[in-house]
């Protein structure tokens, strides 16, 4: 079984920046699609970014380009989410999440089938 662990959410201001990571248990996902995804109250889950190994893909959601930068470190089994340039407007709980597939790269949660318990991003302005 996997387990993946969040952290790094908090509170910051408008223009600041943090720095999610996730760590992965269980089993190694060095060449699974791993995503971050957010969610906040009332909207739908979406995917901000995420690495495909096997496609050699890193998406990006059209609402954090150029801010947010995705990156893991497979020695370490971990997944990082580097977002700068923070507005209200990226207020969430973002999770952590991977899939079991190998070859898939997907944008979509139904897709992914293990996830993290969330942590709360909240930018005041």
């Known amino acids: 079984q996997v387990q993946l662990v969040e952290s790094g959410g908090g509170s910051v201001q408008a223009g600041g920046s943090l720095r999610l990571s996730c760590a992965a248990s269980g089993r190694t996902l060095r060449y699974n699609t791993m995503g971050w995804f957010r969610q906040a109250p009332g909207k739908e889950r979406e995917c901000v970014a995420f690495?495909?190994?096997?496609?050699?893909?890193?998406y990006y959601g059209d609402s954090v380009k150029g801010r947010f930068t995705i990156s893991r470190d497979n020695v370490e089994n971990t997944l990082h989410l580097q977002m700068n340039s923070l507005t209200p407007e990226d207020t969430a709980v973002y999770y952590c999440?991977?899939?079991?597939?190998?070859?898939?790269?997907?944008?979509?949660?139904?897709?992914?089938?293990?996830w993290g318990q969330g942590t709360q991003v909240t930018v005041s302005s």
């Open positions: 999440a991977a899939d079991s597939s190998l070859t898939r790269a997907s944008a979509r949660a139904s897709d992914y089938d293990y």
């Open positions: 690495h495909s190994l096997a496609r050699s893909w890193i």
